[in-house]
């Protein structure tokens, strides 16, 4: 059973998405249905069957945010730990440059603002590493070393 890696904050906001389908738009879609049905024949009626798939992409996201709501793991941000972990931000040093990177599971990816998933080839790499290993990861563009210079 996988696990994913949320912070506290996009645990709330899933949350918050799941309620809001469970109630609010589950009765769009239902008042959308009724009214399509008052239109008369369903095997033609175009507005009924749009109705019916925005019930469908509805009821699918409630049953992908449910479940994965089941298997969240809320980052636990442990202060002075040594080691590379989900939720640690790390900042590391490739060719002279240093970048930032903190270490998110996969829901909250959004590697342009820095925040690179668990599962990522970078962010697998640096997991368990401490300050000063480095680490050679093989990427779209090609091998890339990284050193580690700073976990907080």
């Known amino acids: ?17 799941l309620e809001t389908l469970k109630t609010e738009k589950r009765l769009e879609v239902a008042e959308r249905l009724k009214r399509a049905k008052e239109f008369g024949d369903l095997s033609e009626n175009a507005e009924y069957a749009e109705a019916r798939e925005e019930q469908n992409a509805v009821e699918t996201r409630i049953f992908e945010l449910e479940e994965l709501l089941r298997r969240a793991v809320v980052i636990q941000k442990t202060a002075g730990s040594d080691r590379v972990q989900v939720g ?49 990861v093989t990427t779209p563009a090609g091998q890339a070393a990284y050193q580690i210079t700073k976990i907080e």
């Open 88 to 136: 640690s931000k790390v900042t590391v040093r490739k060719d002279g440059n240093v970048s930032e990177y903190m270490i998110v599971g996969s829901n909250e990816s959004k590697p342009e603002e820095g925040k690179i998933s668990n599962e990522s080839p970078i962010g697998r790499a640096l997991l368990g590493k401490k300050v000063g290993d480095s680490i050679a």
């Open 1 to 17: 059973m996988d696990k994913y890696y949320l912070t506290n904050e996009r645990l709330e906001e899933l949350k918050h998405e």
